[in-house]
């Protein structure tokens, strides 16, 4: 028989675990929500999701450094001109695109530049399938968008497909066609996709949206209709489908632990650093200190 001075301590014990979980619920910013189901095509109504630091992940993960391998870019050391060398120029990748698979945005935003005023560079490394990195686009988009037209930094786009998910590939394939045919409107491109995920996540949905929810944001976007008819048949087709698999592989060439990963200047940034508007700026200040993310 348990005595009753133990079970008091052990419901006091609870109560103090029960207290220590609320306090760091509150220390997180962003709203708990409905995750995506790993590799799947189901949201797993009734979970609730971590905030974005949690990250999505797949596998084991590794070492959230960034080591150097083949076909990577290092943005630090980059000019405009050295840019240009830089391009993947291959069949089915955008032509902005470079060899890894990332996307700088300068100025405008505009897709392929650099802003050639700092040294400066932000890459956010995603998935479009993934919650987290719909989370993180939410808080920062507008921040980021700030960060280029100020020429604070360059911002460099890196989507891979680690989840499995055939979202990711439609995502992918018709920002291709964006790119490829409407440039300039691909930022807001980008933006409408994920908002179109955290509008389904809010909303409980039971499984990704489908083509037609990227169709209505390219026409709140205000792509022409010859480019959202062509972009759609990209979409369906999978057309940019060398592109997913050059963005996937710098990510495992980077042994890299999952989406979102940030880097800022080469540091791969502890999330936890990034869970309010305007964090990213305040790193970007001349002495902030960028705590890197864990390594376990």
């Not at 109504?45 to 797949?58: K, N």
């Not at 596998?59 to 450094?65: I, L, Q, T, W, Y």
């Not at 911002?155 to 055939?166: H, Q």
């Not at 980008?190 to 949206?209: C, D, N, R, V, W």
Request: glycine share 10%; net charge positive.
């Amino acid at each position: 028989m348990v005595s009753s001075s133990s079970a008091r301590a052990a419901r006091e014990r609870a109560k103090q675990l029960r207290a220590e979980q609320e306090r760091k619920e509150r220390r997180g910013k962003i709203a708990r929500r409905t995750v995506l189901g790993v590799g799947g095509v189901a949201i797993l109504g009734g979970t609730a999701g971590l905030v974005f630091y949690g990250r999505s992940h797949e596998g084991s993960g590794g070492a959230k450094g960034k080591a150097a391998s083949a076909g990577d870019v290092d943005y630090t050391k980059l000019d405009e001109t050295s840019l240009k060398s830089k391009l993947a120029n291959r069949k089915g990748v955008p032509k902005l695109v470079l060899v890894d698979g990332s996307l700088p945005f300068g100025k405008g935003p505009v897709p392929g530049t650099m802003n050639t005023g700092t040294k400066n560079v932000i890459e956010v490394v995603f998935d479009y399938a993934c919650s987290h990195c719909a989370e993180f686009e939410s808080v920062h988009a507008a921040e980021l968008k700030g960060i280029i037209d100020t020429g604070k930094a360059t911002v460099v786009l890196r989507p891979c497909k680690i989840l499995g998910s055939a979202w990711s590939d439609l995502a992918d394939s018709f920002m291709g066609t964006v790119l490829d045919r409407e440039p300039a409107k691909a930022w807001a491109m980008h933006t409408a996709i994920f908002a179109q995920l955290e509008s389904a996540i809010k909303s409980g949905a039971q499984q990704y949206p489908g083509i037609d929810a990227i169709v209505s944001a390219a026409n709140a976007v205000g792509l022409k209709a010859d480019t959202i008819t062509d972009a759609t048949n990209s979409a369906q087709t999978n057309a940019y489908e060398n592109w997913t698999k050059l963005g996937t592989t710098s990510f495992t060439n980077q042994n890299l632990a999952g989406t979102p990963t940030i880097f800022i200047n080469g540091v791969n940034a502890n999330l936890a650093q990034l869970q309010e508007q305007g964090s990213l700026q305040k790193l970007l200040l001349p002495g902030a200190t960028i705590t890197p993310a864990p390594t376990n």
